[in-house]
């Protein structure tokens, strides 16, 4: 019955990780955009720049996070 139990969490885990690379790319692509805004010399500058400092620091976040959940899943 542990069998069971650990194959049922290591596909838990498979795809828990599956859609944390899900919303890394959704992440990445809205700093792409809040850029092209930028760099269109938008009106609103002073937002986006702020825009672009938070979603810098929500994807470090991220990719720490990732690199983590990576490293567990692969010790399993």
Do not use: D, H, W
């Not at 290591?10 to 828990?16: D, G, I, L, T």
């Not at 938070?54 to 991220?62: E, F, H, K, L, Q």
């Amino acid at each position: 019955m542990s069998n069971v139990l650990n194959v049922a969490k290591s596909r838990n885990a498979k795809s828990e990780f599956k859609m944390l690379i899900v919303l890394a790319f959704c992440l990445v692509a809205l700093s792409f955009f809040a850029i092209g805004f930028i760099y269109a010399q938008a009106p609103a500058i002073t937002i986006l720049i702020k825009l672009l400092a938070t979603m810098g620091a929500v994807n470090i976040a991220m990719v720490f996070y990732t690199i983590k959940k990576f490293n567990a899943l692969s010790n399993t």
